[in-house]
């Protein structure tokens, strides 16, 4: 036999791959990662029933940023939503909370509890419950007076506020 012939088998089997992790770096990743925890939320609505509608209109990008009436709410749909994203294999990596009861539950899970975190870019304070924004950080590192259109977006970039908390103070271009 020859090196060039080819060996040629007819079979009935397909063959189908399909990935079991989600590819980072695909313009569709994002997409795809809504899309399967919304897809999620909705199979199991009903056992689920306070967590998964939040999950639509509460959930940027990768963050999820929601609110309760009182702690009993807040623990329900922090259980719910673990269980919905354990369905998934995906895991909440952080959470933040300014309720004692969280704090406690989270202590006995062996979870590290910061005073400060960010909330959509913006940092919050969990004692006091402020959301502030550090001008002075932002501010350093810019030239004194933007020289390029480029060098007057990254100025303005810095100050992000996603809330629309700085809007009174800020200067549209």
């Known amino acids: 036999m020859q090196d060039n012939e080819r060996h040629h088998h007819t079979t ?6 399909s990935f079991t992790r989600l590819p980072y770096g695909l313009t569709c990743s994002p997409f795809l990662l809504s899309t399967l925890v919304w897809e999620h939320a909705d199979r199991h609505n009903i056992a689920f029933s306070t967590a998964s509608p939040l999950i639509d209109s509460k959930t940027y990008m990768d963050d999820f940023a929601a609110s309760a009436e009182d702690d009993n709410e807040a623990i329900t749909i922090y ?10 294999n995906l895991p909440l990596a952080n959470w933040a909370s300014n309720s ?6 989270w202590r006995a899970e062996g979870r590290d509890i910061e005073t400060q975190t960010k ?8 004692e006091t419950d402020c959301v502030f924004f550090d001008f002075e950080a932002n501010s350093n590192n810019l030239p004194e007076w933007p020289t390029t259109l480029r ?9 992000y506020d996603p809330l629309g908390f700085y ?3 800020s200067v549209v271009g």
């Open 119 to 126: 909330v959509l870019g913006v940092n919050w304070d969990k």
């Open 167 to 169: 809007s009174p103070g």
């Open 79 to 88: 259980y719910e939503l673990t269980a919905i994203k354990k369905l998934i």
């Open 100 to 105: 004692d009861q969280f704090k406690a539950i």
């Open 151 to 159: 060098q007057l977006l990254q100025a303005t970039a810095r100050f």
């Open 12 to 17: 009935d089997e397909v063959m189908i791959y």
